[in-house]
């Protein structure tokens, strides 16, 4: 065992969690200390890299007109306090990070060069290691790499949960890690693997948001006691078929259209917000007319080589499968799919509850990123503005504490002892008849077929959502005693207790909201038609151990407090 404590524990070392880190390095006689399961530089849904930079603020433009597009997106399911707080600070952040390194691409006039209104190029395969790179250099930052943070410890003061730490392990050796911190940061990103994927067998994690991203954030905060909310807004990428590369890199970059397989475009006929676009693509070969595709055809020889560049920078996978054909996108119209549903706050609205200053229903817990909900279309930049927020409102949070010498040493607890006797349950059983591959594969299905994926094209019903909440409960049984042969291994099987918690959440959600607000990212088959007629977030906690659903009025207010 080793027991350490810090001011700051920032779990999570993707996007939000160093960015977050490196504000915070400037805050004098803070230690902070960075989690990561992975390594820093090659971490989170950077860990590639990534060709654009998707939420800007260009000229003619302001931040309210983010909210307004975010807004129209979501269905009127947002946060405005949250996503105006974090639009004024998108172009910010991306000159702190051109200054850190990255390369932004740049017309004769010196003017960054737009994709659209709110997006700019970039040379963005570095990302990531820019990001780690400038954490690295904080004096008072430090990163624990290739440990993974299972549990919040948490005390209840005054009728309120007030986080204390963390339980973790290092996935390459049995060490456990009792952490102490006067406040955490949670920034572990979204859920992904949750149900079947595009690609079965061996490239079944040839997806579009990270394998590694399990929900974990979402399912310890959950376990003790923060209130998450709209999860019901799951997230369905359209995609290139069989690389998942990005589409919008075509769409906005070389303006293709969506069009069937007689050719005709189709996208005008169900609209052209984020979840219209994969309803379009889902109808129409509903209707026989698939597949569809990007056409992109005619697009010039310049084009095509921009293209090429462009997915080197993200998703290789696809300029390789052109090389490898022979035919490039100017030769052939590039096939799209929609992938399996996602849990993510970067780009829906699902995740933490949070007030404006980014702290979750547990005191001294905050969340940044893709973790966070009520701000959707956040991408790269919000996710950076988000951390740049929460950094601010912990830092201020920390001088509350020191002026009211708020003693934090809960090291050596029972609860240590409990959580470290539960992994060594893991790893000293040998008997299982199961393993955690099977357990994921079984819950991909229950996921699937009864909790609206691609075999029923998105959709679901109550009947069935019922029957997928008993089926996951079982597997959560299971899940309890599965077997670990080593601390990597281990590892496994807590991301399958994970995403599984993130089930068990997004089907309360799914039942909760007797609505289809959003087409295949919350299609109710019992309700069909689109009215937008639940003005309400739907918000789920943990209460005796049982989840609890319930509702809140849309916030308008420019600042949102938690009430308790």
């Known amino acids: 065992m080793k027991e350490l404590q810090t001011n700051v524990l920032i779990i999570g070392g993707g996007t939000a969690g160093c960015y977050a880190a490196i504000r915070l390095g400037q805050e004098e006689n803070t230690k902070v200390l960075v989690v990561e399961k992975a390594n820093i530089k090659r971490s989170g849904c950077l860990a590639a890299g ?140 979204g859920a992904a693997g949750i149900y079947r994927p595009n690609n079965p067998g061996f490239s079944r994690h040839k997806m579009w948001y990270p394998p590694f991203n399990t929900g974990a954030g979402f399912a310890f905060g959950f376990k003790a006691g923060a209130e998450m909310t709209t999860f019901e807004n799951r997230f369905v990428a359209l995609r290139c078929k069989d690389t998942i590369a990005p589409t919008g890199t075509i769409a906005q970059g070389v303006r293709a259209k969506q069009v069937n397989s007689e050719g005709e475009i189709y996208e005008t006929k169900y609209g052209i917000t984020t979840p219209q676009r994969i309803w379009g693509t889902v109808e129409e070969s509903k209707a026989g007319r698939g597949p569809c595709y990007l056409k992109t055809d005619e697009i010039t020889d310049a084009q095509e080589e921009d293209l090429y560049k462009a997915y080197l920078n993200m998703a290789p996978a696809q300029t390789l499968k052109w090389l490898e054909a022979g035919k490039g996108p100017s030769k052939q119209n590039v096939e799209i799919e929609g992938t399996e549903p996602y849990i993510v706050g970067g780009h829906t609205a699902s995740g933490y509850w949070v007030d404006t200053k980014r702290e979750t229903t547990v005191k001294n817990l905050y969340a940044a990123g893709d973790v966070t909900g009520g701000a959707p279309q956040k991408y790269v930049t919000g996710a950076l503005a988000e951390a740049a927020i929460a950094a601010e409102s912990i830092a201020a949070r920390l001088k509350e504490l020191a002026a009211s010498d708020a003693d934090n040493t809960a090291l050596g607890s029972d609860a240590a002892k409990a959580k470290e006797a539960e992994y060594r349950k893991h790893l000293s059983k040998t008997d299982a008849a199961i393993d955690w591959e099977q357990v994921e ?96 977030y739907v918000n789920t906690h943990l209460e005796n151990g049982q989840i609890v659903v319930t509702r809140k009025p849309l916030v308008k207010e420019a600042v949102y407090e938690h009430q308790n």
């Open 50 to 189: 990534v060709n654009a930079l998707n939420a800007y603020i260009s000229e003619g433009h302001v931040p309210e007109d983010y909210v307004d597009y975010a807004r129209k997106d979501g269905e009127g399911i947002v946060r405005d306090d949250l996503l105006l707080t974090m639009s004024q600070r998108l172009n910010e952040v991306t000159e702190d990070l051109e200054k850190k390194g990255l390369v932004i691409l740049k017309d004769d006039e010196g003017k960054y060069v737009t994709r659209g209104w709110r997006n700019l190029k970039i040379n963005g395969e570095n990302i990531k290691p820019i990001l780690a790179k400038a954490t690295g250099e904080q004096k008072n930052v430090t990163v624990l790499n290739h440990v993974n943070i299972t549990d919040l410890k948490t005390e209840n003061v005054d009728g309120r949960q007030v986080v204390t730490g963390a339980f973790g392990f290092s996935v390459n050796s049995e060490v456990f890690y009792d952490i102490t911190a006067d406040v955490v940061l949670v920034a572990t990103g």
């Open 441 to 536: 594969e079984a819950m991909q299905k229950v996921m699937d077929e009864y909790a609206g994926g691609i075999a029923t094209n998105y959709k679901y019903n109550d009947e069935r959502l019922k029957l997928a909440d008993e089926k996951i409960v079982k597997l959560q049984e299971l899940a309890e005693n599965l077997p670990a042969k080593d601390s990597f291994d281990l590892l496994h099987v807590y991301e399958v207790k994970e995403r599984l918690v993130v089930c068990r959440i997004l089907i309360a959600h799914l039942l909760a909201r007797k609505e289809t607000r959003w087409h295949i990212f919350g299609e109710h088959a019992e309700y069909p038609e689109q009215v937008a007629s639940e003005e309400s």
